[in-house]
């Protein structure tokens, strides 16, 4: 083959794995900030697996991403380790290479002072937040080390670095996020597999009516008399952080609306 064959070879392969489709895994897609991440890369060239509880949810939303790109989904809760297991080795051949694994399915139940506090709640977290991040990572981790590539992002809180009155066992699940985010990156590093967390603020999504158990009024009240965080604004983070140059890993990111400057302190409007 001449040489200027060979070249022309060259950029040619190097073009079309620069243009394929890179696969991303996301838990909690049903809503929120794992839904509107999942919208968003969906529109940019990402094949999508969906991962949620609520099937009906899950068979929605991939009908609509389905005319942006290849989508798949799985129903499962991330609390059943067996079956998360299972969901995810089920996975077909053009689905099974998890390229970005973005650990968002996480909860709040309760506000209530440590001597007060429920039982059930305090299991739904630390089951979800953190038992449920480490079922999933640890079916997903394995292939990311044998091809030495891979970028895991897990999503925290500003919870993640500090504790709030009443706040209590939600900010140790949170506290705990961080902590395995940063030993996963140390493990990882030696493969070369990317590994970040991003830590949002108040973000006006189901959140606070899952955390008061379906009281919608005082959901709401969470995000009166100034402007939050929107799904959106926290997927469009996620979408530059993985679309960043493989040499750049943005390891830990915080981020808050303009009026809230920390966990107990918000600017609001006079309502």
Not at 216 to 230: H, S, T, W
């Amino acid at each position: 083959m001449p040489f200027l064959d060979k070249v022309e070879l060259c950029f040619y392969v190097l073009n079309k794995k620069n243009t394929m489709k890179k696969t991303v895994l996301i838990t909690g897609a049903t809503s929120g900030i794992g839904k509107a991440t999942a919208q968003i890369l969906a529109k940019n060239n990402y094949k999508v697996v969906l991962c949620g509880r609520r099937k009906d949810r899950l068979e929605e939303l991939e009908k609509e991403l389905s005319a942006f790109t290849e989508i798949h989904s799985l129903a499962f809760d991330v609390r059943d380790k067996k079956d998360v297991l299972e969901q995810i080795k089920s996975l077909p051949s053009d689905f099974a290479t998890i390229d970005v694994l973005i650990n968002n399915a996480g909860n709040a139940h309760g506000l209530d002072p440590i001597q007060n506090g429920d039982l059930d709640d305090w299991d739904a977290m630390i089951d979800i937040n953190v038992k449920g991040l480490l079922y999933v990572s640890k079916a997903i981790i394995p292939q990311m080390v044998e091809r030495q590539s891979g970028h895991i992002i897990n999503i925290g809180s500003t919870a993640a670095k500090e504790v709030y009155p009443n706040g209590n066992v939600y900010c140790g699940s949170k506290h705990a996020v961080d902590a395995i985010t940063a030993g996963m990156r140390i493990d990882l590093n030696p493969f070369g597999i990317r590994v970040g967390g991003i830590h949002p603020g108040l973000v006006a999504t189901e959140f606070s009516e899952v955390r008061f158990k379906g009281d919608v009024e005082r959901a709401a009240n969470v995000y009166k008399g100034f402007d939050p965080l929107q799904a959106e604004d926290i997927a469009d983070i996620i979408h530059f952080v993985v679309s960043r140059p493989y040499h750049v890993n943005i390891a830990d990111l915080v981020v808050m609306s303009t009026a809230q400057a920390s966990s107990t302190i918000v600017k609001k409007n006079n309502l």
